[in-house]
Structure formats: structure tokens, C-alpha cells
């Protein structure tokens, strides 16, 4: 059974704009996330992560926030680039397993 | 970009055929991963090592087996390869457990006929 879910399987959005992607986890002992991007044939890159004693975490254009209450996190994108065109993984990890579960990804095109 | 590398890239092979795929790490770091993706499942990790010597088993680990016997190189065998094992295998090191940055190689493309 997934423990992590990104129900959108994809996202297009315009040059410029915001990017929203989601992630829903149902492990209540999950508490540091991450997001990962990967482009076609390479491997999964960091992209930014968050512990569960903060609620947001920004790095450039990148921000994660994190609801613990709802079991939920998502990623915002500003502005959307190009470049950003690929897709998204949301992990979890936490108590006495530092295995991450990833979601399924959501993959994010860019229009000119 | 952490030292990872991953040989072969690219794998065709028949069913029924052993296949080792390498993972190679000049960072030092003591924990390795072997994940594969699919299509709607994400990564799921096959098996892990936490030291020389030192594996366990992941979410997907049958008809998988692995070994570690230098810190920088961890190797996933199928024994005997199944049409259901076509995937992306990568793999990722990290430095320490728990709440870690897991860094990842380039991944193999292993097609099984």
C-alpha cells in the first residue's frame, strides 16, 4: 500500500506562473520530506526538503510547505521556467526506518 | 553532483539469464540503495546495504540479491531474470540514516525478453 500519493499525474502550466504540485501521506510517523525532479534518462535530483518541526522552506523559486495536520505537502514553483519541465517525486521518511517512500511523480510541462 | 556511477547503462537480456548491474560511489558515503521505477509506482527500494557486508531486503526484493564487499562499489544481481524485472534500476547513496539527502546515480535501462 503507497504511503505516499501524488494524485495528479501531470501539470501544464505557462511560463511565468506558479506551479503547484501535491503529495498526500498517510504514515503519521513520516517527518522530514523531500522533492526530487528528474529529467528523461537521468537520475533523480535533490530539489528541497522539509522537517516536520517547520511548516515552510523556501529556496529560490522553490517553497515547500507542509499541513501535518492534513497529511499533506506540496511544492510551488515561482515563476515557472522552462527548464522545469520534468518530473516530480515526493518522499517521506521517519521514526526508526530512514527508508524513503516515494509517490508515483507528477510530471510538470512548461508552455512557452 | 555526488560521485555515483552505474554500468551498464543500457541492458538487453533474455529470460531466465543472471544479470549483475554495478553501482560505483567515490564519496565514501556508508549507505547504498538499489531502487527501480515504473510507471505509477514511483521508486521502490529492492535492497539496501548499511556497511561492508552489511544488507537488507526493501519493498521489491524477490528474485533480487546483492553484495557489498568495498564501501564504494554495491552490486544488485538477478539470478535469473524475469520479463517482469524490465525497469530503471538506480541507485543512491546517503552519508547517514534517518533524516538524509539520498543522492542519486544515473540508473540502468534493463530490458528482459
Known amino acids: 500500500d503507497q504511503q505516499v500519493k501524488q494524485n495528479s499525474p501531470s501539470l501544464s502550466v505557462q511560463e511565468g506562473r506558479i506551479s503547484i504540485l501535491n503529495c498526500d501521506y498517510t504514515?503519521?510517523?513520516?517527518?522530514?520530506f523531500l522533492w526530487y525532479k528528474k529529467y528523461p534518462a537521468e537520475g533523480p535530483t535533490f530539489l528541497i526538503s522539509i522537517s516536520s518541526i517547520k511548516d515552510k522552506n523556501e529556496d529560490g523559486r522553490f517553497t515547500v510547505f507542509l499541513n501535518k495536520s492534513a497529511k499533506h505537502l506540496s511544492l510551488h514553483i515561482v515563476p515557472s521556467q522552462p527548464g522545469d519541465s520534468a518530473v516530480y517525486f515526493c518522499?517521506?521518511?521517519?521514526?526508526?526506518?530512514?527508508?524513503?517512500?516515494f509517490g508515483a511523480g507528477t510530471t510538470v510541462t512548461v508552455r512557452a | 553532483d555526488a560521485g555515483i556511477t552505474q554500468s551498464p547503462r543500457h541492458k538487453v537480456t533474455e529470460t531466465g539469464t543472471p544479470v549483475t548491474l554495478r553501482c560505483h560511489q567515490t564519496?565514501?558515503?556508508?549507505?547504498m540503495y538499489w531502487y527501480r521505477q515504473d510507471p505509477g509506482h514511483g521508486l521502490r527500494l529492492i535492497h539496501y546495504s548499511y556497511g561492508v557486508k552489511d544488507t537488507d531486503k526493501g519493498e521489491v526484493s524477490d528474485g533480487y540479491s546483492v553484495s557489498r564487499s568495498k564501501t564504494e562499489d554495491f552490486l544488485l544481481t538477478l539470478e535469473s531474470a524475469t520479463s517482469s524485472q524490465t525497469s530503471v534500476y538506480f541507485c543512491?547513496?546517503?552519508?547517514?540514516?534517518?533524516?538524509?539527502?539520498?543522492?542519486f546515480g544515473p540508473g540502468t535501462r534493463l530490458l528482459v525478453l
Open positions: 564519496e565514501n558515503h556508508r549507505y
Open positions: 543512491a547513496i546517503s552519508e547517514r540514516e534517518g533524516r538524509e539527502t539520498q543522492y
Open positions: 504514515n503519521s510517523m513520516f517527518d522530514y
Open positions: 518522499a517521506a521518511s521517519g521514526g526508526n526506518d530512514y527508508k524513503l517512500s
